[in-house]
């Protein structure tokens, strides 16, 4: 079977069967067309539909029921997890970056580096009076370093 990344917590081996069996009954219909192949790719679309419905709503009802008992039992900060994890929903992650002439980059060192200039860029302002330019330097440094060593836990992960 495929690794894949896991969207949906309530999808388990045996939604994976589910899927398994209309991937057959697909093919089983491409192969050969006739009325009752699509009857059966039909009425096995309807049923994996439900399973997966029938799922999905397992899994809120427990998550609601969780979020409830750490309302009850003043346990605020799962509650509110769970209350932003609803609210967000799935967010993806993006690794893909353009580097200064436009390619797409996407390995992890090459997208530090990238992120690295651009934050040195952003952060060098050129034409600053000498009074407040030392001043400007130890902040534009102070700045800097944050940002990459954000990046650099970004990265980590």
Known sequence: MHDWKQHKPWF??????????RKRAKMQWVQDPCQSNVDNLNSVRREVSRHFRNKNKEYLRAKIEEIEANSKIHNIRDLYRGINDFKKGYQPRYNIVKDEKGDIVADSHSIEVRWRNYFSQLFNVHGLRMLGRQKYKQQNHWYLSQVLLRLSWLSAR
Request: hydrophobic share 30%; proline share 0%; net charge negative.
């Open 12 to 21: 388990d081996e045996e939604c994976l069967g589910f899927l398994d069996q």
